[in-house]
């Protein structure tokens, strides 16, 4: 995952300006960890070997004022139960290109996977901070023999620079061991200039190679 490029620039502001505001946006409890929207991305197409090819395909562009969205549909070639653990670790959801991150574990008990993370971005005469609360389990089955996973996480605190950064995650059995990935990410931000669908794209592609790393045992990036 990405972070907004408008943090790099905002230093030169804070030097005339000062200290900008901060935000607070509640995550909603009946949001639970429904995904955001139905996913509009196709799935890879099956090739001569492999009817579920482990690869991602990622559509993106602009919405109504300032948000930018992505949506990704791929395959892992891993059970469900496999997917729901490798989400348990937060180096596979996090923001990436950040100068720091900090997990809070356990911050909601009530849902099966709950964490936040507090960020911090941007040049050394300022550091923009903000925090995303993370948060995931069965839509349907149970944690212990899933049949459907959902995934979400929402900005709820921080600099105001970021008005919105979300995203969700459905995951099903494809069959043969392969489970099918549903990815939505929305980002806006103070201009247009400054972020923009590549970037909500690269969030997504980042989210689908964590969680491809996670479950094949290899280093997260």
């Known amino acids: 995952m990405r972070f907004p ?11 005339f300006a000062g200290c900008p505001d901060t935000t607070r946006t509640p995550f909603d ?4 960890f429904q995904p955001i929207e139905p996913c509009t991305a196709a799935f890879p197409p099956a090739t001569a070997g492999d009817p579920h090819p482990e690869e991602i395909q990622i559509v993106s562009d602009w919405r109504e004022g300032r948000l930018a969205y992505a949506h990704g549909a791929g395959y892992l070639h891993a059970t469900l139960p496999e997917v729901l653990e490798a989400l348990r670790d937060p180096r596979v959801s ?8 900090d997990v809070t574990p356990n911050v909601e008990p009530e849902y099966p996977i709950s964490f936040s993370i507090r960020y911090a971005a941007g040049p050394a005469i300022y550091k923009g901070r903000w925090t995303i609360l993370y948060r995931g389990g069965a839509l349907l089955g149970t944690v212990e023999a899933p049949q459907q996973l959902g995934f979400r996480y ?3 605190e921080g600099i105001e620079d970021i008005r919105v950064q979300s995203g969700s995650l459905v995951a099903y059995d494809a069959g043969d061991g392969v489970t099918a990935l549903e990815l939505v990410c929305h980002l806006d931000t103070s201009s247009r200039a400054d972020q923009g669908p ?24």
């Open 198 to 221: 590549e970037d909500v794209h690269g969030t997504v592609n980042d989210w689908f190679v964590g969680l491809r790393a996670k479950v094949h045992g290899a280093p997260v990036p």
């Open 94 to 101: 996090r923001i990436h290109q950040t100068d720091s991150w």
């Open 29 to 32: 409890p009946a949001d639970g």
């Open 5 to 15: 490029r408008a943090l790099a620039v905002l230093g030169a502001v804070i030097v």
């Open 154 to 156: 929402q900005k709820v």
